[in-house]
């Protein structure tokens, strides 16, 4: 498959444990954040959004928590699957319109 | 409902040439934006297009643009290619691409200047 980032940092869990990736934003002004979820070969998936009038939202198995204070983002997965390795980038938006800023990326491996 | 769809999906062009990217939006998506990846410099922003212009544009040189059509498909061009400009290209749709709505990926073009 095709290399998304050759120096990403990585995270590496035992299946059915829960996974904390973490994302450092960089402008105190956004208010929109997403985080997608790259397999190699694929474009980025959504996963969850947040606002930034919001300190926590929940998904399926997925949680999103952002500390304003610290631009500071975080997702969790619960009971970690197979199929959750993937790089996993935290977008942050603040202007009108559609562009986004993207973090580097962390790269998610599961230990059977 | 169909994704987000980019043709070609893989493209090998010599430096100098130029190349087009073509988008499809999911259907009923007005605002299409593209993005450069490469593994140097990640995912950065190149430009979105909302009702056939463009609204905003990323710190990229002039080589660099793109066009929407009334059916809201898009497509990007990129003049006198330099080996640097190969990286995988990729579109997003969102409904109307106002602030805080979430936008959605296409598989990218794989474009390899040799």
């Known amino acids: 498959g095709e290399s998304v980032g050759l120096h990403l940092p990585t995270l590496s869990v035992q299946e059915g444990d829960n996974s904390i990736i973490n994302c450092a934003y960089s402008?105190?002004?956004?208010?929109?954040f997403i985080w997608y979820k790259q397999e190699s070969g694929k474009g980025p998936q959504f996963i969850i959004d947040?606002?930034?009038?919001?300190d926590k939202r929940q998904g399926q198995r997925v949680t999103v928590l952002l500390n304003k204070t610290v631009k500071h983002l975080s997702l969790q997965i619960a009971a970690t699957q197979p199929g959750d390795s993937a790089v996993y980038f935290c977008?942050?938006?603040?202007?009108?319109?559609?562009?986004?800023?993207f973090g580097p990326g962390t790269r998610l491996s599961v230990l059977p | 409902k169909a994704g987000v769809t980019q043709t070609p999906r893989y493209l090998i062009k010599t430096r100098g040439q130029q190349v087009t990217l073509s988008c499809s939006p999911i259907?009923?998506?007005?605002?299409v934006s593209w993005y450069q990846q490469t593994p140097g410099q990640g995912l950065q922003f190149l430009f979105e297009?909302?009702?056939?212009?463009?609204?905003n544009k990323g710190n990229f040189p002039g080589r660099f643009s793109g066009r929407q059509f009334s059916n809201s498909r898009s497509e990007m061009n990129v003049s006198t290619l330099e080996l640097g400009d190969s990286a995988l290209y990729l579109c997003?749709?969102?409904?109307?691409?106002?602030?805080?709505?979430?936008?959605?990926f296409g598989q990218g073009t794989r474009l390899t200047v040799v």
């Open positions: 997003a749709s969102s409904p109307q691409g106002t602030h805080n709505t979430e936008a959605f």
């Open positions: 402008n105190s002004a956004s208010d929109y």
């Open positions: 947040i606002r930034s009038n919001m």
């Open positions: 977008a942050e938006n603040w202007d009108s319109g559609q562009n986004f800023v």
């Open positions: 259907s009923g998506h007005r605002s």
């Open positions: 297009y909302f009702s056939e212009t463009q609204r």
